[in-house]
């Protein structure tokens, strides 16, 4: 212990020093792939020339988030740290107050504009991630779910009950691998797998005729529409059941896969948790305890 220094000098080559060096990377990635370019094309709302423009609008709401900020108000903390802002190249970033009323110009046309950029992002990355996934997994893993956003106060228009009785909004979404492929906010109250067709399209238009692709769902999507779309498109699935009233059909589904195969379906009891109802090309099981039912379509299991 006696060879460790008991006191350190510490010599800064700048008077200014911000805790977020790792900006560079996201700005960098964002220089790289277009997005000033595709936000100014897509995005007009300023209507004075004064102050920050439509893309330092959007993207000090962008680096935000990015930085793992989830408030308005830390808007204003990029704002005053200069060294953060001279990383992420911004001239001007907008105070909250200001950041709010910009907000509350975005009408139908321009969410179309702004969700258009986020496809052509994930167009322009799909192709590295795809064959990422398939050379480290063998597979492509979709993953296709619902996330309850919950608010209070009275500034929240379409905001409504959630699952948990909390009020919110509904944002629905599926990734490739760790690439957010596709996205819909939703107002509280609407059917949690509310516009799953739609986002799946998005995505199989991004993997083309790549595969195989397995796509994982919770119960919310344990429904005769989105099993048969999934397999329609030839992936395979697997659709975890973890409630008392959607494991009830079951034994009924996996009986019929018997008799019509004459082989069994599984070697679990039905009283085991987590259940799923899994459909593969390869026919094997998931170490943990699942329900595995064949798609026929497939081959063998």
Known sequence: MKSIAQKFEIDFTEES??????????????????????????????????????????????YTLGQGDGAMRD???????????????????????????????FEERSLAQLAEVGRRLAKAVSEEVIRHELQEQGYLPVFMD???????????????????????????????????????????????ARGWK??????????????PVWVRLDNAYYRKEVVEGIAGL???????????????????????????????????APSMRPSSITSRRDGRRNRSMWWCAHNPRAGKS
């Open 17 to 62: 020093i911000t805790g977020s060096g790792g900006s560079a990377f996201l700005s960098r990635m964002a220089q790289h792939l277009g997005l000033p370019q595709l936000l100014e094309e897509a995005v007009r709302l300023k209507q004075r020339r004064r102050g920050a423009s439509d893309v330092e609008m959007l993207l000090s709401l962008i």
């Open 75 to 105: 808007v204003d903390r990029l704002g005053a740290d200069a060294p953060r802002r001279s990383l992420l190249e911004l001239e001007q970033v907008p105070g909250s107050r200001r950041v709010g009323e910009y907000l509350a110009r």
């Open 146 to 192: 619902g996330s309850g956003i919950e608010v209070s106060g009275e500034g929240f228009e379409g905001a409504g009950p959630l699952y948990d009785g909390s009020r919110g909004y509904w944002l629905h979404g599926v990734f490739v691998g760790p690439l957010w492929t596709a996205q819909r906010l939703w107002p509280g109250g609407v059917e949690v």
């Open 198 to 211: 739609e986002q799946l399209a998005e995505t199989a238009e991004l993997i083309g005729e790549r595969g």
């Open 234 to 268: 030839g992936w395979d699935y697997s659709v975890s059941v973890t409630s008392a009233t959607y494991k009830r059909p079951l034994k009924e589904i996996l009986g019929r896969f018997e008799r019509r195969t004459g082989r069994r379906s599984t070697r679990r």
